[in-house]
């Protein structure tokens, strides 16, 4: 974090500490926009809060729903085909845990598969699914960066006054996010706050993408004849050398 985004933490925690006054948790984010263009590398947004009360902070970054299709490969008459597929309804697509203290280490009830915190329970909704499949999932969701290997610790300045990077990979899909925040006191749910955020693509690629996703039929053919146009100029230089 730059010295910008530490004084930023210092001034803004100190005024939303004078507001925790009247609640258990307050929690904002350094920004609510991330805007996406083609040199985008990949950015970082820093939450800070205070709490007001004993507990445990739990934060969840959550991207846009969309639904998986896990296709499992198997042997078959000596051919690798997909043999087997489970169907994973509304799981997001970019998904980030951090805690105060070691994930493992915190009370865990039901209100955690409910409330979907835990890769797990982030992929299997309200604890139902096949394992084995959601475990797939995850990894392969892991391996595009979209998913944390490890929750992150949350660090505090103080006893109330609390900080988080949270850091996008330049991958992310467009859509609204949400970076929900909970206070837990053994293991019951004392403070809860709900920040948005919006991920949107800017410039020539947003064009390109809206018109893609639009109209799909007339991108297919602009693509089509684009790539004979590419390899009839090709093969005319060839033939000139």
Request: charged share 20%.
């Amino acid at each position: 974090m730059n010295v910008r985004g530490f004084l930023l933490f210092i001034v803004s925690a100190l005024f939303i500490s004078g507001l925790a006054q009247a609640k258990p948790l307050v929690a904002d984010l350094s920004q609510y926009r991330i805007e996406i263009d083609s040199s985008f590398n990949g950015t970082r947004l820093l939450l800070f809060g205070s709490r007001n009360d004993i507990g445990d902070i739990v934060v969840v970054v959550r991207g846009p729903e969309r639904n998986f299709i896990v296709r499992r490969k198997e042997r078959v008459a000596g051919i690798w085909v997909n043999h087997r597929e489970r169907y994973f309804e509304n799981v997001p697509t970019y998904y980030a845990l951090a805690a105060s203290k070691p994930f493992s280490e915190l009370r865990h009830t039901e209100l955690f598969n409910s409330l979907r915190i835990g890769l797990k329970q982030a992929v299997m909704e309200n604890g139902v699914g096949d394992p084995v499949f959601a475990k797939a999932l995850i990894e392969r969701e892991q391996a595009s960066q979209l998913y944390s290997y490890e929750p992150q610790k949350i660090s505090f300045m103080g006893e109330s006054l609390f900080k988080l990077v949270v850091p996008f990979p330049d991958n992310i899909p467009g859509g609204d996010y949400s970076a929900d925040v909970y206070l837990f006191n053994d293991g019951q749910l004392t403070g809860m706050q709900s920040i948005p955020i919006h991920v949107q693509k800017i410039g020539f690629d947003a064009w390109i993408y809206d018109f893609a996703h639009a109209h799909s039929v007339l991108y297919g053919i602009f693509a089509v004849l684009l790539a004979l146009t590419i390899g009839w100029g090709a093969s005319s230089l060839m033939r000139r050398v």
